[in-house]
């Protein structure tokens, strides 16, 4: 079974510059989500989608940060402008549903902002 | 909000040696306690899975306990091996899941 798969692996921009992710999760599973993990720190939750629906977006700086999963398959995230504080490492996760399931993450983009 | 820590934030170990992780949550509404494993640069392994109505999970030398009452949950390894070498991450999950900051567990051969 194919694993979380995450697009690009690595990207360096500059400030104020626009970037991309892309994240095909696991064939079949119904939720996805992505998750800023800053050095050091735990991932954290910016946005969880069933099929193509939001269904939580608390956390996603609404200002700059964009998803979308328009056929309730893949996914991107999108910032716009992109601020040094940004630099981190954007996992994407998938889940047969839900609550109370494991999550299979993918390996990560890892961003920097100059 | 759901707060998760986890102590310590690193350990090294010598190799054989059997070992414990700790993961306190402040809200005890979960619906289950996770446990991943992260190596450098790459995305997070799930471990063990404990539902909020059980006690404990165990896969192979790994073995994961919870308390809900507490807002608590061990990692026991036994007879570590220099590939258990890795960041260790406990997450409680409710809504979504809230991550700790992780243990860093270096096993010495």
């Known amino acids: 079974e194919a694993g979380v798969a995450q697009s690009p692996r690595y990207k360096i921009i500059e400030k104020r510059q626009s970037v991309a992710f892309w994240c095909n999760p696991i064939s079949g599973h119904a939720t996805l989500y992505w998750y800023q993990q800053i050095l050091g720190q735990g991932p954290k939750l910016l946005i969880q989608f069933q099929n193509n629906g939001v269904v939580d977006d608390s956390q996603l700086p609404k200002d700059r940060f964009s998803a979308e999963r328009l056929k309730g398959v893949d996914s991107t995230l999108k910032i716009q402008p992109a601020k040094l504080e940004d630099s981190a490492v954007y996992l994407c996760?998938?889940?047969?549903?839900?609550?109370?399931?494991?999550?299979?993450f993918g390996p990560g983009t890892r961003l920097l902002v100059l | 909000k759901q707060e998760v820590t986890q102590i310590p934030a690193a350990l090294s170990v010598p190799e054989g040696e059997n070992l414990v992780l700790n993961c306190s949550f402040t809200d005890s509404a979960i619906y289950n306690l996770q446990w991943f494993r992260q190596d450098p640069g790459k995305g997070l392994t799930s471990l063990l899975l404990i539902q909020s109505s059980q006690r404990e999970q165990t896969s192979g030398r790994l073995n994961a306990s919870l308390d809900k009452s507490s807002g608590r949950s061990t990692l026991y390894i036994a007879a570590s091996q220099p590939g258990d070498s890795a960041t260790y991450l406990c997450?409680?999950?409710?809504?979504?899941?809230?991550f700790g900051t992780g243990t860093r567990l270096t096993v010495i051969p």
């Open positions: 996760a998938s889940s047969i549903h839900s609550r109370g399931e494991t999550q299979y």
């Open positions: 997450a409680a999950g409710a809504n979504n899941l809230f």
